[in-house]
């Protein structure tokens, strides 16, 4: 492949995860407006001013764009707690909390829609991405199932109450859970 062609390529790659960001933020534009199941494909792609051939070149359905937006989300979580140099308990709650944390208007429409399930969706589809992964014991996937779904739960009650609480608290009550399980 020439220089060129290698730049032509890479400008394309910038093109098109753009033009999928502006199809994810004209949703959640308008599902701050008005539920899921109200917002069409046209008035999705009305409003990031593209074509509605655009759209199915990237998307099938309004929830894959949800799906992608929530993927790239998971997976820049994953990497944050890879960094995690203790992998402790403690440690992996906090960052979770505080990594969402920023993310509350999005967490709060996919509760208003019906789909915080596509998160718990995602992390247990890009699971081979987490260090959840990486545990050598009988049943691991087991393990991971069970601390994907208490996360998963945790996390939604707290969107459920309005996400008041802050990191260091979810990280108390977390452990919390932990102790009383012991």
């Not at 081979?128 to 998963?152: E, K, R």
């Amino acid at each position: 492949m020439t220089q060129n062609e290698t730049v032509k390529k890479h400008v394309r790659t910038v093109q098109i995860e753009q033009t999928k960001q502006d199809f994810t933020t004209a949703l959640l534009q308008l599902m701050a407006d008005q539920p899921l199941d109200k917002i069409s494909v046209a008035a999705v792609v009305t409003r990031a001013g593209y074509a509605r051939r655009t759209f199915y070149r990237h998307f099938t359905t309004l929830d894959d764009v949800l799906r992608a937006k929530i993927d790239a989300l998971t997976l820049l979580l994953y990497q944050q707690l890879a960094h995690s140099h203790t992998f402790s308990f403690e440690e992996t709650v906090q960052t979770f909390f505080v990594f969402w944390q920023p993310h509350q208007d999005l967490l709060k429409l996919l509760a208003q829609n019906n789909r915080l399930y596509l998160l718990e969706d995602s992390w247990s589809n890009n699971l081979a991405d987490s260090q959840l992964s990486t545990i050598a014991m009988a049943h691991a996937d087991y393990f991971q199932q069970f601390a994907l779904g208490g996360m998963f739960a945790m996390l939604k009650h707290w969107v459920q109450q309005g996400a008041t609480e802050s990191p260091q608290a979810m990280v108390t009550i977390a452990t919390a859970i932990r102790q009383h399980l012991n």
